[in-house]
């Protein structure tokens, strides 16, 4: 969040946490009948009530920004883009919140989590098949074992893409049959 604000140019301060006490004191002394005076956005307190999960009607959300064709990494509910502010940030009607750059960091940690469960199955596929052909027989065994050589392609293609973010073989697109 502090970096996404940094980058979007709204910061006035950069400062270490054990100064950031005094800055605050000094401002609020500097600028209190202005912050008296300032009144908060509509949109702002109807976000605050979404994240306080005070509000939570598609109706209301709506008020404050627009439906995206984007899911909640969270609990999967539709994504509300934020309209107002340089930074771009989406909400959930449940209040779940994201900057761009964290949706995108939470959707590639729940997509890498969808590929660990896949390698895991891909395994237990191959344990059965490994058992199968133990106990069969000629042509039968045969078939399986063909299986499980598929199966190991796969595995070791998988692996090496969540290790190390990368095909073995250097492509995305190689098929094995
Ligand atoms: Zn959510």
Known sequence: MPESALRAGVVDYVIPL???????LDLIARSGPVLQ?????????????IAERVVGTTQEINQVGRQVPLSCPDCGGALWEMQQGAVLRYRCHTGHAFTADSLLDSSHHALEETLWVALRMMEERKNLYTSMASRG????????EERIEEIKVHI??????LINGKDPNGTTTAHVH
């Open 156 to 161: 070791n293609r998988l692996r090496e893409f």
């Open 37 to 49: 005076k300032s009144v908060i956005p509509d949109d702002l307190i109807m976000e605050a009530s």
């Open 137 to 144: 027989e000629g042509s039968w065994s045969v078939q399986q």
């Open 18 to 24: 054990d100064r950031m006490g005094g800055v605050l």
